[in-house]
């Protein structure tokens, strides 16, 4: 490294001496040497795609669900193929060729086969399309660079391909569409690789292209002006980048048996060119996914051993989140290279402590060029304590540091704008002049717009922007194009003077806010919002607007010629964000409203349009997730981790996460519900508000069922049963679904762990409910549940002390035997404890006997969450009252809203009973108790090919491909025309037959009812003529939509409904053949501090068939597990049912574009 003047910010890199080798010269010699070793590693993509070989891995994992591994061989055999193909159909140098396409093994032959033929790669990112207006600016200016106005396009499936034949620059062009559609003018990309054009020599380059034919690739950045602009890469700078390395460059120091994971889209200049360079030196390439999913790379790298990643920094958040849940150790990472976007010391020691990493490499650049490279360092070699370096000149460079305004370079360790020359910067824009590139003593230089020093040992540090690009999570985002946008949608607003600029967010490194001159309101706030959002996308949405008077000016800062100052603004907005942060002005004191408020301003709507059945997924993308996720621990304390957000898909839900952990300063909104203290009047019953003689009634027939020592003056809480209840306590059937929960409290004798219960119990009176019906005093249609006072004599009759047990497995099997005992049962209480000591831990040990008319799932969580806290010494809060739930449920079951989702029910069940012949089980199968299936049979198989599926298609759920799965099985061994069997719903998104205005004035949570809630919700799934695969499961995820919206409609209303067969028929089809989603758990995670869940199993002769489904989260892999239990089963019954449900899972991930009616023929090839 040399500098004209030590005193000065200027420095000359080592010479680069030219002429340079093209990019496809070092991939022929790259093929050449390595044509064995492993080139590309796709894990979402099938191992024999396109009829290739895949290079198998050694692992069991591998052997269950194989990927494609391409070698170097087969990878130029694929390029070879595509290169063919398209020459025989009229490509030839000079073309362009759009992508629209994700990363995978489709975008690397199309780079390779587009470098062979001379061709000019274009690729955009899918996201774009969006926006249609800039897409066509792109692809116009990418034809000003290319000398044909001919092009060829990819698109990555039907729908891509739908939305590009609206554009006229396309009209002309070669269409080819990578999944096969009935789409006019398309070509499948498969036709294009089929055997008939393998084989043979090589393709080569031509020897006839001109340099600018060669390596020529166009990427676009934002700028100032509201349209992207175009970087025309020519081999010239391309060749300079890898020579570059050979000359003794620091950048990228990547060779063969390195595994470069790409984790940025492929329109990105680094996920482009980092790419052409791990394939350029016999490196292998893995694609994770087809884009950034963080639990994805997190299981592919330890698989494939990655010893390189690139990332910008907001992924560097979301993979400690994904690690932190799976619990893996990256043991082979070497190097995490960092770029598009400013970096801090804490983001490299993350990169480093956290994530695994051995060091970490600095990639500033452009997509204009680069000019510098920090090489592999260590967090500590490159941080000054604030600042980042971002390395030394690389060879063939010159850097310097001007004044703002200027080209003569600053003192030394003075801050100035930094300016810069390579081989490999880029001369103009194309079509477009700018200042920015100016030619000096023959060099072309480029001024950055970054704020820069030079220090005396030559390291170079950006600590600031001259510029005014706002980086979001890499991208960059024009604040002109977003004031474009809202001058154009909303020239009501033009008055306003609206200017943009970036604020900091920790996570998402920028974030765009919008400043007006004029006040104004909510709803002008709203439409603002909107505008950018519905126009632009979620990545453009707007953090804040904010009246200029709020930042203490009149008018905007200026210059001398009136233009307005946009550094200075950026300060401001900084100051005012620091302030609103200091005073948490924004935040309600309430959790819902908190949690909402967070989300409307991060998304950018008006807090009253979401609500708690908001889908998470429809609010906004990844980055945003992450911000909800850091400003809700920020304000909280409440700690969620990403998945528990992803899977939690609304608002509600999501809260009722947070309302189950131990928050110092969350305050529940059940903390205002005190206990009674005396038996109930009319006045609080009702269901006799205007019958005297029903209440007369119901103290009579609740008395008789009283045990000895109580009366009435005992009782505390009566409310009338929800249907579900009512309904299946009558028929038995919840007197066989009983809980039997087997607990260890981890360092707690028997006493304390006896307090502990008493206190939980207490807490939670319905543990100690009970439940009566009397047709004749109370009608056929009412039954009551009530509560007594939890006085300690009572409480000490449920818990039972039952001495010493030897194991863990002893307990265990204790559980598992009490589960043919009745235990508790009717009229109650509806729970027992019994207590032991188990030698083998030294520790108490309980046996939970708790009755489903009592709790569900939901419910026991939050007992068994107050029972770890009462261990613990920890206060129990109460939780929002059973009874306000029944008394709100029977008040509005004939309601509008409940007539609405009872009709729904109604209209899809009409004509239940004609199904009773061909239902599953059959309806006269004999009980099959055996002790070898005494809780049922569990199977698991990878997830995968659900996560690949999930993540191409992400309105599809996991749960609802294994529920799709379910319906195909039944389908099958029925031989009918519908599968019937229900799946259950928590009922838990917010209280029922209430409007989103209601919901938002009411506030309080149904997640926290303390009592069960839950429904079980039939289903009638059939399949329609000519429906795809992939349709059908769109359509089936629609459906769940409704089903979720309208589970809590009353089943005696739907069963007046129905015809007097398929009322009858109704509750038996609802509770023998189920499908239960139970969400994910990580492998050996325990969600308490001071004891253990080790067991929780059933009555075997509860339901004749039952798939209790969930997502295992393991470091080995995630799987899908299958907990089959049947009363009317064998277990190789069962174990032959979960194969089958396996078989048809894989089915549906493999056969998207197909007819679903060939499901069946699909399933016999894996019999």
Known sequence: MANMDDSLSYIIGEPLPGPFQSCWEYFENAVSKHPDSLAVVATHQVADLYGMNSQPLDTDAYAKAPYLRWTYHELRTAVDTLVRALSARGVHAGMPIFTFLPNGAEFLSVYWASNALGCTLVPINIRNLANAKEVSHMMKVAFKGCSSESSVVFADGPVTAAKLDNFDVLASALKIVVHESDLKHWTAFGSLMTRSVKGGEHVTQSTSLQDEEKDS????????TNLPKGCHWHHHQLGAFLACREAGGPLFRITNGDVFASLVPNNHAMGCFLTMIALCTGATLLYPGPSFEPMSFLTAARAERCTHTVAVPTMIYALLLAKSAQGIKLEYLNTVLLGGAALTPEILRLCTEELGAKAVENAYGLTEGVICFS?????????????????????????????????????????????????????SYIGQSSDDFYQEDGLHWMATGDQAVIEKDGRIYVSGRYKEMIIRGGENLSPAAIESCIGQQLPQFRDHQVQVVGAADEIAGEVPVALVARPVDAEAIKQIKDAIVSNMGKMYSLDDVIYIEDLGLKDYPRT?????????????????????????GYVASQLTEQVTQIWARMVGVNAKDISSTTDLAELGDSITLMRVKDRIYKQTGVNLTVQEILEARTIGKMIGIMQTRAAADVSSDSAQFAAPDHPPTIDEMVYALDDPEIFEASKEVITKALPSGLSWDDVRDVMPAYDFTEVLARNGTLDRWCFKIALLARNSSVKSLRAAVSKTIANNPMQSSFIVWDDDKLGDDLALQFTVDPKPELIDSLVEDRGTLSTIDELKKTALDMCMVQGATYPGPLCRAYLYYVEETQCAGIIYNIHHAVTDATFAQLIFEDLDLAL????????????????????????????????????????LAQHKEHYFPPMDRALQIEDAK????????????????????????PSLVIKAATAL??????????????????????????????????????TDVGGQLFQSVLNLVSLSAGETTLSFLTRLQEEQKSQTKYASAPWREI?????????????????????????????????????????????????????????????????????????????EDLRGFAEVIEATTIWLTENLDRPIEEFREGMRKHD
């Open 217 to 224: 690739v166009v990427l676009f950045t934002s700028g100032t």
């Open 375 to 427: 090489g592999r360092q260590t967090p500590a070699a490159l941080s000054n304590g604030s600042n980042i370096a971002i390395g030394r000149g690389v060879p063939g460079s010159r850097l310097k540091v001007c004044a703002a305004g200027s080209k003569t370079p600053v003192p030394r360790g003075e801050v100035g704008e930094l300016h810069g020359t390579s081989p490999m910067v880029l001369k």
């Open 560 to 584: 001398m010629a009136g233009k307005i100052q946009k550094n200075k603004l950026t300060d401001l907005v900084r100051q005012y964000r620091e302030r609103s942060e200091a005073t948490n």
């Open 872 to 911: 613990g010494d920890t206060p129990l809060k109460p939780h929002v009252p059973y009874k306000l739930y029944c008394d709100h449920f029977y008040t509005l079951r004939t309601s509008p809203a409940a007539r609405a989702a009872t009709m729904y029910h109604v209209r899809k069940l009409k004509g």
């Open 934 to 957: 005494p809780d049922g049979y569990v199977h698991t198989f990878s997830a995968d090919r659900v996560h690949r599926l999930c993540q191409q298609h992400p309105q599809i759920a």
């Open 969 to 1006: 099985f039944l389908l099958r061994v029925t031989n009918h025309t519908h599968a019937i069997f229900s799946h259950v719903e928590s009922g838990r998104d917010r209280f029922p037959f209430i409007t989103n205005a209601a919901a938002e004035a009411m506030k309080t949570p149904a």
């Open 1055 to 1131: 069963m007046r409904g129905l015809d007097a067969d398929s009322a009858a028929l109704f509750p038996i089809f609802a509770t023998d053949c189920i499908f239960n989603w139970l969400g994910s758990n990580i492998q050996g995670a325990n969600a308490y501090t001071n004891m253990e869940i080790v067991d929780a199993p059933i009555r075997r002769d509860v339901t004749k068939f039952v798939n209790n489904a969930s997502l295992v989260r393991e470091t080995a892999g995630d799987k899908i597990m299958l907990h089959l239990r049947g009363s009317v089963w064998a277990i």
